[in-house]
């Protein structure tokens, strides 16, 4: 009777005490591990919200580049990382397309992650070095269908969204384009600028600043309709595809068996931070805005994601890796 009493104390104290440490979470530094290079747009945006997490929790948010093998390094680390909420992963559509385009992977997106938040959602833009002489997405997509299998394009890596979105535009447009994966969004956006490549289709975030410092030359936007920090881009859609749309995403993961109370704490706060006047101020120069989206909702997009790769990947006769 007494040694019930004495563990049944013992599960109180514990229980308490969990509590007290979710509630205070974080009590020291978190590292968020993004799984593509520095200055991609992944990265860019990561580093705005962990900045804005970082002032809310008068703790250090510090973000690790770990790229490679088209993102699923650093998921991987995140997978194999202590599950006690201090080792994030905050990735791109490239979380789910992965799960499509490797036969096997290191860890199991489903079974090995517990979804955060959804981040942000943003445009692609097609873009060309300043000396490839295209004027006009037509005029690419023709010279393209004059040599098939002789137009490269690059990519932040093999299953990256800047890989998914030229391949959607493969099979809408009917070109027959080489893909060239590269580490992460700057080495391709370089060659695409010496013209060792010919287009690529990076995130606005990343995109922007390049347009605008006249490094390559914009033809095209994925999104819906135009965007506002590029208004005389015109859209896929509108120029040579009727309805195409396609969009960057990004979303944040923590290992499955992280403490359901830290992961609830830092979902919290995570949409705290993104609801933000400063945080979405930021976004909105870079183009992106928050994704709004509930976090079962987002759980079931990814999944629904997943999905889409697969059939991508089918109907592209993309070979797995």
């Not at 790229?67 to 909420?85: C, E, L, Q, R």
């Not at 101020?281 to 870079?286: G, Q």
Request: charged share 20%.
């Amino acid at each position: 009777m007494r040694i019930r009493i004495i563990l049944l104390v013992f599960a109180v104290i514990t229980s308490l005490a969990g509590g007290v440490s979710a509630q205070d979470y974080p009590i020291k530094p978190v590292k968020v591990i993004v799984p593509f290079t520095a200055g991609s747009a992944t990265d860019t945006i990561a580093r705005a919200v962990c900045k804005k997490l970082s002032e809310m929790w008068s703790q250090p948010v510090e973000v690790e580049n770990i790229a490679g093998a088209g993102g699923t390094k650093g998921t991987d680390a995140v997978a194999k990382s202590t599950p006690d909420g201090y080792t994030i992963l905050i990735n791109s559509n490239a979380f789910a397309v992965n799960t499509a385009l490797y036969a096997k992977l290191p860890y199991d997106a489903v079974k090995d992650f517990r979804a955060i938040a959804g981040l942000t959602k943003q445009p692609y833009v097609l873009v060309v070095g300043p000396n490839a002489g295209f004027k006009s997405l037509p005029e690419l997509l023709a010279a393209a269908k004059a040599k098939p299998g002789q137009m490269k394009f690059a990519s932040a890596g093999m299953g990256s969204g800047t890989h998914f979105a030229a391949e959607k535009l493969k099979l809408a447009t009917g070109i027959d384009v080489v893909h060239v994966p590269y580490k992460g969004g700057p080495e391709a956006n370089a060659d695409t600028v010496s013209g060792a490549v010919t287009f690529w289709l990076p995130p606005l975030a990343f995109a922007k600043k390049q347009v605008q410092e006249g490094k390559v030359v914009a033809l095209a936007v994925s999104g819906a309709n135009r965007s506002a920090l590029l208004p005389d881009v015109p859209t896929i859609g509108e120029t040579v595809s009727p309805g195409f749309e396609d969009t960057s995403w990004m979303g944040m993961w923590l290992p499955s068996s992280a403490p359901e109370a830290v992961a609830d704490k830092l979902a919290k706060d995570v949409a705290q931070a993104l609801a933000s006047p400063d945080l979405k101020a930021e976004l909105a120069k870079l183009g992106a805005e928050p994704l709004n989206i509930t976090l079962s909702a987002f759980d079931r997009f990814v999944r629904n994601e997943m999905e889409t790769a697969t059939n991508i990947v089918k109907a592209a006769g993309i070979k797995q890796m």
